[in-house]
């Protein structure tokens, strides 16, 4: 009976992810027709795929590497749920944006295996803390003259989440070195956060280009990274939720 379980519910996460790709294309075509429009519906379905990375999570089950590895990107997929529902239907971006550094944190945790790794990520952290701290004040004070409607609060948690962003990318890039994972879910760690990192770039680019002053808003470039983030973005949450898949056993005696 556990068994039959499994395979159902391994048939379920299949299934969802079919629904994902239908609903990936759906909104990416909305996006190509209307743009960055008030009227366009697709936040509806781009919330959704959010929504069932989340529910991929749920089901892993027995399927996991261990159970710390799982809690860690549940927590990571639940808090980015949270996120995504505070930018999108609040329009709270500071609390937004302190919602994904809780992200970050969660699998720069699950990403680092060894005690080597866990001393690098507060050396890291600290260097690329200092470098956008000194970024960030430049920024805010050359930021009257040439944007609008700044605000200090969410560049100061912008710069500790980008140093988070670095930090996870970094400890991303170690685990393909490592045989904690399948090469599938170093595949899917990998590329996943490489995908998340280009979709936080154009986030940045993309809110740059809107905030200033005198900025066309039908201009290319900002209509393209407007496209950009969710492109990069939904594909990047569906791996890193499907890399916590350890469908085979792979060497799970050895990751309690």
Not at 34 to 57: D, R
Request: glycine content about 4%.
């Amino acid at each position: 009976m556990k068994e039959l379980f499994r395979r159902q519910s391994l048939l379920g996460v299949r299934v969802i992810v079919v629904i994902y790709l239908i609903l990936y294309i759906s909104f990416l075509f909305m996006d190509l027709k209307y743009g960055n429009a008030v009227n366009n519906p697709s936040y509806l379905i781009k919330y959704m795929c959010i929504l069932l990375n989340f529910l991929i999570a749920l089901f892993i089950g027995d399927y996991d590497y261990s159970k710390y590895d799982k809690i860690y990107l549940i927590t990571a997929l639940f808090f980015t749920a949270l996120a995504d529902f505070t930018l999108t239907f609040i329009g709270n971006y500071t609390l937004g944006v302190l919602f994904f550094c809780i992200v970050q944190l969660s699998y720069i945790k699950r990403h680092s295996k060894k005690p080597k790794d866990k001393r690098n990520n507060i050396i890291l952290i600290s260097l690329f803390l200092l470098t956008n701290f000194f970024i960030t004040f430049n920024v805010n004070n050359v930021s009257l003259l040439y944007l609008k409607e700044t605000d200090r609060k969410l560049l100061f948690i912008a710069a500790v989440y980008f140093s988070l962003l670095l930090t996870s990318l970094i400890r991303a890039f170690s685990v393909s070195k490592s045989d904690y994972y399948s090469d599938a879910s170093k595949y899917f760690i990998f590329i996943g956060m490489i995908l998340f990192f280009l979709c936080d770039i154009n986030v940045g680019v993309y809110n740059v280009l809107r905030f200033m002053s005198g900025f066309p808003k039908d201009y290319f470039l900002k209509n393209v990274t407007g496209f950009l983030i969710w492109f990069f973005y939904a594909p990047s949450q569906l791996l890193l939720a499907l890399s916590g898949y350890n469908i085979y056993g792979y060497k799970k005696e050895h990751t309690k």
